[in-house]
């Protein structure tokens, strides 16, 4: 009988431990739960911060302060204009012309095939090919050279002028020209010069094309040219020009620098008139 009452004491202690556990199980699924619900949040918020951390990232800045621009998908096109290209600009960008350009005088008009006769102090010299003029209002710096004794045609004008008057309705006009050149050195400093000169407008190909003609001597300094005028000569010559001299495919060429109208031209000479430029 004692052995009863203990058994049921017993069992009475176990009862009374097991309801008073369950609470305690109860509370602790409940922190379980809440613990699992708030680590799946944190992880989320985890997850969108560092997905959303590549488009914030602030951009490399030079040292100088500046925001570096470098991704090549916003670089901005090129907005090169080859028609805006300066003509004959030398490695260091050449002479910018700003001061407008220049138109001849009118033709003399006449027999296209009567001949021209600078008077008896002149030699005859014989011109080429007529070549079309060309407009440009930036140009390469001339830097002189040695002169040489030897005969060219005229293979090309360039007349210079300001970007407005070399444009559509500017005030250049296109004329066509033929002329030459005799260069007969004493030094590589000095010599003779025996130029020829004829142009017309392209539209008037019908008239005689007027002739300019004299000869001079040329004493070199740097890339100047100071002339002195001689007998020969159909009109007076100018006192100075620039000048370069040059090789092109192995064969001597000089451009002269000259008054043309009001402005000026680069007339370009070469012994072999076929010569690529």
Same mark, same amino acid.
């Given at each position: ?8 004491? %017993?069992?009475?202690r176990?009862?009374?431990?097991t ?5 305690c ?7 379980l ?22 488009t914030?990232?602030? #951009? ?13 998908? !916003?670089?901005p ?9 300066p003509t ?9 012309? !700003? ?12 027999? #296209? =095939?009567a001949?021209?006769?600078?008077? #008896? ?20 710096i ?7 004794? %030897?005969t060219? =045609? ?8 300001s970007v407005?008057?070399?444009?559509v ?22 010599a003779? $010069? ?17 002739s ?8 070199s300094?740097?890339? !100047?040219?100071t $002339? ?11 006192t ?6 040059? %090789? ?11 008054p ?12 072999? #008139?076929?010569?690529?430029?």
């Amino acid at each position: 009988m004692v052995r009863n009452l203990i058994r049921a004491h %017993a069992k009475g202690r176990l009862a009374r431990s097991t309801e008073q556990a369950r609470p305690c199980v109860r509370n602790n699924r409940r922190a379980l739960k809440l613990l699992l619900l708030t680590s799946t949040l944190a992880g989320g918020l985890l997850v969108f911060a560092c997905s959303d951390d590549e488009t914030t990232t602030p #951009p490399a800045t030079s040292p100088d302060g500046s925001i570096s621009t470098s991704d090549s998908s !916003t670089t901005p096109p090129s907005t090169a204009d080859s028609s805006t290209t300066p003509t004959d600009a030398g490695d260091d960008g050449g002479e910018l012309i !700003t001061d407008g350009g220049g138109v001849l005088p009118e033709e003399d008009g006449g027999d #296209p =095939d009567a001949g021209f006769d600078a008077g #008896p102090a002149c030699q005859t010299l014989t011109p080429g090919a007529f070549v079309d003029t060309a407009c440009a209002s930036r140009v390469a710096i001339l830097q002189g050279g040695d002169l040489v004794t %030897a005969t060219y =045609d005229l293979v090309s004008v360039t007349v210079l002028g300001s970007v407005s008057f070399c444009g559509v309705g500017g005030g250049y006009i296109p004329y066509e020209h033929r002329g030459a050149l005799r260069v007969t050195a004493t030094s590589a400093k000095n010599a003779t $010069f025996e130029f020829l000169d004829q142009y017309r407008k392209k539209q008037n190909i019908v008239v005689r094309p007027t002739s300019v003609r004299y000869d001079v001597t040329a004493a070199s300094a740097a890339a !100047t040219l100071t $002339f002195t005028e001689l007998p020969c000569k159909s009109k007076a010559p100018p006192t100075t020009a620039t000048y370069s001299v040059s %090789a092109v495919n192995g064969k001597k060429a000089i451009v002269l620098r000259l008054p043309y109208g009001t402005g000026f031209a680069l007339y370009r000479y070469h012994v072999d #008139p076929s010569a690529a430029w």
